[in-house]
């Protein structure tokens, strides 16, 4: 979570396409590769990724038994091997898959994960907006739903606190887990060795100089946060910037994400991040009562 204008490194930032020129027009004659997409309103069309989607609905049509690769190249208009580069690039990011004899394509199972994720953000961000408000309310900071998405928190839903200061806190965008309080919240919730995996796929990025870069001290700040019931991100991504968030449990007692709140630092007391601790801690027992999960007294309880 970052104040308006703040920058940070997206943790999970795609690296670019060689060969393709992003935010490239798409000029009349290409349109036989295009569908014929000639209009005003396509001219900031990236050719390749308009091509990759149109390769992704063409396949999605045949889901049983899949398409080979001149029935989708007929369909699509373009040659074989522009197709082969396009459904390759596809595969190898899990969103179709090849079977043999073939090969024939079909769709990826990464597609699941996508569609679980942008169905419970949807459903929790609309179910989970009163308490937000409430939450928000009640500290009179920024508050914010971030779902799990396999250790790293995922912002969904965010409610503005009052006042003139607005944090920037993009939505649908993977966050560091282990120096955000919604991330910690997750992490706290996971099995040591999901938690190791998750260090060594960040590499313990340093934001500030209170960020935690060390395993070891990870697992010390876990064993608090499932102690007292909420987590901390006290200057960890953004100086002068403090986060408090709870976990959010499911109808089975998984931990489906968290609820955080943001503030100024200034000279806060640690009574009072203990206070709003608490308080956050409520709401997000109170998310997790709507989903019809437990507590977390209940689940930390649990042998």
Known sequence: ???????????????????????????????????????????YTVRSV?????LLEIVASEPQSGLSLTEIAKTLG?????????ARTLTAHGILRSIEPGPRYK???ALIRYGELASKGNALGELCLPVLRA?????GMTARLAVNQDGYPVGVERVDGP?????????????????????????AMLSRERVAEVCRETGLTRFTEHTITEQETLFAELDTVRRRGYSVDD?????????????????????????????????????????????VRAHADEMSHLLGGPAFAEVTARP
């Open 1 to 43: 979570m970052t104040q308006q204008n703040a920058d940070r490194p997206n943790i999970l930032r795609p690296a670019a396409v060689e060969g393709d020129a992003v935010g490239e027009p798409v000029r009349e004659d290409d349109s036989a590769a295009a569908n014929g997409a000639t209009s005003r309103d396509d001219r």
């Open 135 to 139: 939450v928000s309310s009640a500290t």
């Open 163 to 187: 006042g003139n200061v607005r944090f920037h806190a993009p939505l649908g965008q993977p966050e560091p887990p282990h120096a955000t309080a919604a991330g910690k919240s997750i992490l």
């Open 235 to 279: 200057e960890e991504e953004v100086m002068g910037v403090f986060c408090v968030g709870a976990p959010v449990f499911d109808h089975q007692g998984a931990c489906i994400g968290a609820i955080s709140v943001t503030g100024i630092k200034h000279d806060l007391p640690s009574w009072r991040i203990a206070e709003i601790g608490q308080v």
């Open 50 to 54: 308009q091509r990759a989607l149109q």
């Open 78 to 86: 373009v040659s074989k091997s522009t197709t082969l580069a396009t």
């Open 107 to 109: 769709l990826g199972t």
